[in-house]
């Protein structure tokens, strides 16, 4: 079975570079989430997506931003990234109206 | 705002052993439950969830969580494990069935020894 997809899996950047993490989600999947996962932490909500419109939002920093397209992908862009920025970044997407999100394997994001 | 408490960072146990893996979570009207896992280097898998209905869920593949709605608690039971369990463990909670962000406790890591 599909699964979401995610890449790059893993990214190296330098301070005050920009990133762009991208998502695909399950087919007919509508819902896009993403979560940050700093080393040694829990994931923690960023954004959501629910048909292209941003349904909800969590801890995301002003230099981040997020859309998802028509296609239903979704792009994390991150800007003047710092060092505090790499974690392992997690892509989740779920069907409108069920209640499982499933996950993808992450994007490793390494600020330098 | 929902949040989860794991009260164990790590659980060492021997293969064959029985296991619990506590969470506690913040009293809401509602309450939607769910534990993950997370095999080194992967991403996080349903492992089960309460939504309603029976306190008592169970997954594939031999684990099982009860809902306590008096004590707050959702935790994980396996009376045996194997080596293959080791991996993270990640109580989580939403504020609704569908389409809500996840809010997820620290983490329990449990390492399965032979």
């Known amino acids: 079975a599909a699964g979401v997809i995610q890449s790059p899996r893993h990214l190296i950047k330098e301070k005050r570079e920009t990133a762009t993490l991208k998502c695909y989600p399950i087919?007919?999947?509508?819902?896009v989430y993403w979560y940050q996962q700093g080393p040694g932490q829990d994931p923690q909500f960023l954004i959501s997506?629910?048909?292209?419109?941003?349904?909800d939002k969590g801890s995301i920093p002003d230099r981040f931003s997020a859309q998802q397209f028509s296609d239903y992908h979704s792009e994390l862009n991150m800007s003047s990234l710092e060092l505090g920025d790499s974690a392992l970044y997690f892509c989740?997407?779920?069907?409108?109206?069920?209640?499982?999100?499933?996950f993808g394997a992450g994007t490793r994001l390494s600020v330098l | 705002a929902q949040s989860v408490t794991q009260l164990d960072s790590q659980v060492p146990v021997f293969e064959e052993a029985p296991v619990e893996l506590r969470c506690n979570y913040s009293?809401?009207?509602?309450?939607?439950l769910f534990w993950y896992v997370q095999y080194p280097n992967q991403g996080l898998q349903l492992l089960l969830k309460?939504?309603?209905?029976?306190?008592l869920v169970e997954s594939i593949n031999g684990f099982e969580a009860e809902f306590n709605k008096s004590q707050t608690s959702f935790h994980l039971r396996k009376p045996s494990v194997h080596i293959s369990d080791t991996a993270e463990y990640f109580c989580?909670?939403?504020?609704?069935?569908?389409?809500?962000?996840?809010?997820f406790g620290a983490g329990t890591i449990l390492r399965v020894k032979s």
């Open positions: 989740a997407s779920s069907e409108g109206g069920t209640d499982i999100q499933y």
């Open positions: 009293s809401s009207v509602s309450v939607y």
């Open positions: 087919p007919r999947h509508d819902t």
């Open positions: 997506f629910y048909e292209k419109m941003q349904s």
């Open positions: 309460y939504l309603s209905g029976s306190t």
């Open positions: 989580a909670v939403s504020d609704g069935p569908c389409g809500n962000k996840l809010v």
